[in-house]
């Protein structure tokens, strides 16, 4: 069973700090997704990486895959009131696995103005 | 169509009713997911329908639980004699196939309260 670890659980800052938020897993995916989610929405997608080392940058958002494709990360930059939310890592084994997402916990996400 | 759709949003129920959710996928996605959310977690895989052949179901999904994709396109999530540890929220997704990285997309999911 793969799993994913995503740290921390919750973050609560001031408007203009910088945060990072971790997933780690012992196995390999073949790409891994970031999405944010609003209280009773569903999960929208933010990005997908796919190679090891990749880095991707959406505006004040950076992810990162790592070398091995077993750990992402996601880092804002100077966080707004409009970051708040639910942010959820997902891999994507990829083989047999017939493309179903494995999750992490969620990370919390609050930022005060 | 500019996403995936679920219908209802919200369902209250009491225990031992069955009910029964709706999903329409993007309009071109072959590839369609169903998802539960408790509060607090991340979304757990449930089923996979890739058109309309169910290909893989997860063990959360109990003998009172069954969902099709008749035609390929909707999907409907059917749950028997609810439980109150039912209530959650539900999920749908859909995706491309041979997309490259099984990008998949989320509907607004439907919150099941089973009272």
């Known amino acids: 069973t793969q799993l994913l670890e995503q740290s921390p659980q919750f973050l609560s800052i001031q408007e203009g700090e910088n945060l990072t938020v971790y997933c780690n897993s012992s196995?390999?995916?073949?790409?891994l997704q970031w999405y944010r989610q609003e209280p009773g929405e569903g999960p929208v997608l933010l990005v997908t990486?796919?190679?090891?080392?990749e880095v991707k940058k959406l505006k004040r958002l950076t992810f990162q895959f790592g070398d091995a494709r077993k750990d992402s990360s996601l880092h804002i930059t100077a966080a707004q009131p409009g970051d708040t939310g639910l942010y959820l890592c997902?891999?994507?084994?990829?083989?047999?696995?017939?493309?179903?997402?494995?999750f992490g916990q969620g990370t919390i996400l609050t930022v005060h103005p | 169509d500019t996403g995936v759709s679920q219908d209802p949003r919200h369902k209250i129920t009491k225990r031992g009713q069955n009910v029964t959710f709706r999903c329409d996928p993007i309009?071109?996605?072959?590839?369609l997911y169903w998802y539960r959310q408790t509060l607090g977690q991340g979304p757990e895989f449930l089923t996979y329908?890739?058109?309309?052949?169910?290909?893989?179901k997860s063990r959360l999904l109990s003998d009172r639980f069954s969902a099709e994709r008749p035609k390929g396109s909707f999907s409907t999530l059917e749950i028997q004699r609810t439980e109150q540890g039912d209530s959650a929220m539900y999920l749908c997704?859909?995706?491309?196939?041979?997309?490259?990285?099984?990008?998949?997309?989320f509907g607004p999911g439907t919150r099941l309260t089973v009272l």
């Open positions: 997704a859909s995706s491309l196939a041979g997309s490259g990285y099984n990008e998949q997309f």
């Open positions: 196995s390999v995916f073949s790409s």
């Open positions: 990486v796919v190679t090891g080392g």
């Open positions: 997902a891999g994507y084994a990829g083989g047999t696995s017939y493309g179903k997402l494995t």
């Open positions: 309009s071109e996605h072959n590839r």
């Open positions: 329908f890739q058109n309309e052949a169910q290909l893989e």
